[in-house]
Nanobody
Framework: QVQLVESGGGLVQVGGSLRLSCAAS????????MGWFRQAPGKEREFVAT????????FYADSVSGRFTISRDSAKNTVYLQMYSLKPEDTAVYYC??????????????WGQGTQVTVSS
């Protein structure tokens, strides 16, 4: 059973940066895509970014494209989300997930518990 643990969330001012990490344990995830999703209060969970098994392909939501960068270190079973130029609307709980290379939550089988990101204006 794959377990995912996110870290790196916190409180940051508008325009600031944060780097989220998600470490997988209990199994190798090197042959699977890894993605990031987020959920703001009162809203549905939404796709943020995904990276394929090799790290050679990435895909972003329009709302974060050009500001966020997803990467992975397969040797460490870890995926990262580097976030720049943060906006108040980026405030949400961020979840990492393992599954197929997709922008839809249904494509992912394993989920972390989430890490809170709060952007203050």
């Amino acid at each position: 059973q794959v377990q995912l643990v996110e870290s790196g969330g916190g409180l940051v001012q508008v325009g600031g940066s944060l780097r989220l990490s998600c470490a997988a344990s209990g199994g190798t995830v090197s042959m699977y895509a890894m993605g990031w999703f987020r959920q703001a209060p009162g809203k549905e969970r939404e796709f943020v970014a995904t990276i394929n098994w090799s790290g050679g392909s990435t895909f972003y939501a329009d709302s974060v494209s050009g500001r966020f960068t997803i990467s992975r270190d397969s040797a460490k079973n870890t995926v990262y989300l580097q976030m720049y130029s943060l906006k108040p609307e980026d405030t949400a709980v961020y979840y990492c997930a393992v599954g197929i290379y997709s922008g839809h939550a249904g494509g992912y089988d394993y989920w972390g518990q989430g890490t809170q990101v709060t952007v203050s204006s």
